[in-house]
């Protein structure tokens, strides 16, 4: 495979538009095998999803046209399946089991279509927004944060010179590859591309991805962004999110019904899917309150994903419960992907060896680190903290408390409902980078 001289396609454009989502595949795995569940289940639940953009200092709004957005978003409502695209998710194995998605499925989104969205600017920030069925509005979460940060990314570029464009990715490939090789030090290491939401462009995660499949070999194990792992002969990676406990406790009568919602959801999960894709996402509402009330059936499951505790605090805790129950964590698997560079795989992987199975998928630290290496400086290509989350279910307000109360979202009175009926702690707040 020829490499794409990015400086160069960066400094002509020579398209009307240049599209930033080319395929309804440009998502990450989780979402297509939720969207299963979600079609199967909940074809009927209306949801709402909303950006929000931590990094309030970051005037996004100000930062990118709004017509190009809109051109941008209006595009990716434009784009359908592939025959090529629906052969191969009907026939290609995903953790070794073939047709995962099922026909009916695909004879349903073989027409699927993103459904309009809502926009305005309001103090610098842009509102989005979008609203209807959970199986439709789902499917935008990724390609409006992917739009986003890739109009950034041109943004801050715009001003550049073509060599300076040049220098700037010389310098980008250079600091990526000195961290493939510190990996390469890890002999055990399974890692995977997490970088879609947040990448700095779709030609920079290709060329990620590209890069760690040469220079990591067996080590790395695939990418989350089902596109690439389609075009690279790669497996697609990805389980489940925090949407889904989060509608399922919006959706709950009464107190002990939101202490049980994270549950109820997984046992749906757990109705479709099994094997290597029954993996715990714990922390919507807390960790220690997910551990505390957990059914002894998920002893059973494949592992864990600790998201937003630090890595070595959150796999500790999921340990103990383990052990707890009697079961050996050196046949189970932890995931670690919140913030994960070069630095924190090191430590934790060091931590873990031998105590547990591991594997790392690697984000915005992989698909958007420009720090410090930019030839004007300044931070115009430092990635922000953006996300798309459910904000409304049949016009209830939506929560996730996480176990870093910076990261929450909702309003601030079902928030402390929520606090309240989970135990979750509200004072242990650590920054948010990505």
Sequence with gaps: MVATDIATRVWNHTFKLDPIVRSLLDTDFYKLLMLQMIWG?????????????????????????????RAQLDHARTVRLTK?????????????????FRPAFLEWFENFQLPEYELKRVDGQFELSF????????????????VINELRSRAALKDYGRFELDVLYARAKAKMWEKVERLRDLPNLRISDFGTRRRHSFLWQRWCVEALKEGLGDNFIGSSNVLLAMDNDVEAIGTNAHELPMVMAALADGDEALRQA??????????YYGGNLLVVLPDAFGTESFLSGAPGWLTDWTGFRPDSAPPIEGGERIL???????IDPTEKLLVFSDGMDVDGIEETYRHFEGRSRMSFGWGTNLT???????????????AISLVCKVATVNDRPAVKL???????????????????????????????RV
């Design 262 to 271: 994270p549950y109820e959801i997984l046992k749906d999960w757990q109705s």
């Design 84 to 100: 090529r695209e629906m052969i191969w998710l009907a026939g290609n194995s995903f953790y070794g089991s073939t047709q995962i």
């Design 41 to 69: 289940l909940h074809g009927d639940t209306q949801v709402s999803f909303s950006l929000i953009n931590r990094n309030k200092a970051v005037r996004i709004a100000d930062e990118i046209d709004e017509a190009e957005l």
């Design 402 to 432: 996480s176990d870093n109360p910076a990261k929450s979202t909702g309003i601030p009175s079902e928030i402390e409902r929520y606090r309240r009926v989970f135990g979750t702690p509200s004072n242990i707040s650590r920054q948010v």
């Design 320 to 326: 103990d419960w383990w052990k707890a129950h009697g």
């Design 131 to 146: 609203h209807g069925s959970w199986a439709h509005t789902t499917m935008w979460e990724i390609p409006a944060l992917a």
């Design 368 to 382: 958007n680190d420009f720090r410090d290496i930019e030839p004007h400086g300044g931070d115009g290509l430092e």
